[in-house]
């Protein structure tokens, strides 16, 4: 049987079995799922069972339908496994079927001569499990919905991410409880090499790169005193499922709680080093810096100054001043064979993800212009995560709601004449489209701050050069 994986923004999951050929999705009474966050419309999509698959359609949304991170136009036909973004909720389709399910090892066809690297399991819980590493992009974690699937407790939902580019393997922590660690040194991005051991939380791998051999002995997980278990979050999802539980039989809709990762506590003690920055940066000879081979396999000589770039950047990063190291960094040429490096490597990722928790934070207090500059910035990077992608695009969503929102409370505020009313509501950066900021300059002008409105005016011709009202706004800003 289908179904699907529901989760909001805060990580609170509901499954819901297809049983109809035809499945509703909005934020109205009479949806067969309705998902009541206001950025999902309120006949938003549809499911239609079409011979044995399942095609989404978007009905017209504000906010569209996201498959697989890509807006659909109309419709599109979906596979199991893919990846459904309405409003601020994730939607995985999935199915039952014990030969469409991700168990231990999924059967991906291998050509003999090159079979994909792949990460094999060392330690419980599913020893000498065998992941292909066939994706461009895959994600590890305890969530079911990911490409790796690790049902254990120190393992984060989301805990990390596999890139594969051009032959190269890297691996990503994905800020989890436990982290990551390569050869049992900590990490926050590693090149795997063939034998690398990984560890995610008390999880070990063994990477096998694709000539490696087919065979090998677990390894055991050396002692770990457990420490007391994290405070259970029993927290529900806000869906409310209409008529499917009656059809699919009592307790067809569950609700999963989760718990918080166990903390490990490790044996030996981190190096010092790696509490202020990550081996991959900091554990090195300042002049050794790892270029990678040209096609005749000698290694590539760039010029000195360039070099001197990445330590520079370096000394900054390890002066926790993150911005001014990636500048430094950035200067390299586009060609340079130094923004191929591990040490470039990390630092676009750390710069990155700085950036989207600088957005969180802004979120949080309620500053949305400044979570639209950093989740732009974000979002104009080649090569982050495609957790950090999906990110800074939740950050830009969240945005756009409470646009649509401030919209309408400052519309009410307007019919009541209350005009500090609707500046309150557009402050902030809020005011997004042109009816709002031709909303908010009226009342700047109702409440004589001519300064105030002309500077909106200015922004509204800049943004809205073909607006009816740009003309207005273009006279009054002449100068007499």
């Not at 698959?53 to 504000?62: N, Q, T």
């Not at 995610?200 to 096998?208: D, E, K, T």
């Amino acid at each position: 049987m289908y179904k699907l994986v529901i989760s909001d923004d805060k990580g609170h999951t509901t499954v819901v079995p297809l049983v109809r050929d035809e499945i509703t999705i909005g934020r109205q009474d009479g949806n067969s799922i309705r998902l009541t966050e206001r950025n999902v419309s309120r006949s938003h999509a549809r499911l239609l069972k079409r011979n044995q698959a399942y095609i989404v359609e978007d009905l017209g949304s504000y906010n569209g339908v996201i498959v697989n991170g890509e807006r659909i136009d109309e419709k599109a036909e979906l596979a199991i496994g893919d990846q459904l973004g309405i409003g601020d909720y994730d939607i995985a389709f999935q199915s039952d079927a014990p030969s469409e399910m991700k168990t231990l090892s999924e059967s991906v066809p291998r050509p003999e001569s090159a079979p994909p690297p792949r990460l094999v399991v060392l330690s419980e819980p599913v020893t000498g499990a065998e992941f292909s590493l066939s994706k461009p992009v895959l994600r590890i974690g305890r969530d079911e919905r990911l490409d790796i699937w690790i049902n254990h407790k120190s393992i984060s939902h989301e805990h990390a991410e596999v890139q594969l580019k051009d032959g190269t393997v890297t691996v990503f922590d994905l800020d989890s409880a436990n982290g990551m660690r390569v050869n049992g040194v900590p990490v926050s991005r590693a090149v795997l090499e063939a034998g690398d051991v990984l560890e995610l939380g008390r999880v070990r791998f063994r990477f096998v790169p694709p000539a490696g051999a087919r065979s090998l002995d677990p390894v055991p997980l050396e002692a770990v005193s457990g420490g007391p278990p994290a405070a259970s979050r029993k927290v529900g999802i806000a869906v409310s499922v209409i008529g499917l539980s009656l059809l699919a039989g009592a307790g067809a809709v569950l609700t999963t709680m989760r718990g918080a990762p166990e903390p490990v506590v490790s044996s030996e003690p981190p190096p010092v080093a790696a509490a202020a920055l990550p081996p991959a940066v900091e554990a090195q000879p300042e002049r050794a810096i790892s270029a990678p081979d040209g096609p005749d396999g000698e290694a590539i000589v760039e010029p000195q100054e360039w070099e001197d770039k990445l330590v520079q950047a370096r000394r900054a990063l390890a002066g926790g001043e993150i911005d001014e190291a990636y500048a430094i960094a950035d200067e390299l040429p586009a060609d340079s064979v130094l923004r191929e490096t591990p040490e470039f490597g990390e630092l676009r990722y750390r710069y990155a993800q700085a950036h989207v928790d600088r957005g969180e934070r802004a979120l949080e207090a309620s500053d949305f212009d400044q979570v639209r500059r950093e989740a732009t910035l974000v979002l104009e990077l080649d090569e982050i995560t495609k957790k950090q992608r999906l990110d800074a695009k939740r950050l830009m969503r969240r945005v756009r709601t409470a646009s649509i929102l401030a919209l309408e409370k400052a519309s009410a505020c307007a019919a009541q004449g209350d005009s500090p009313c609707v500046i309150e509501a557009l402050g902030a950066g809020r005011a997004r489209s042109a009816d709002a900021l031709a909303l908010l300059i009226e009342a700047y002008l109702a409440t004589d701050d001519s300064t105030a409105a002309r500077r909106r005016m200015n922004a509204f011709v800049e943004r809205y050069p073909d607006d009816p009202r740009a003309t207005e706004y273009r006279q009054i800003l002449a100068p007499e």
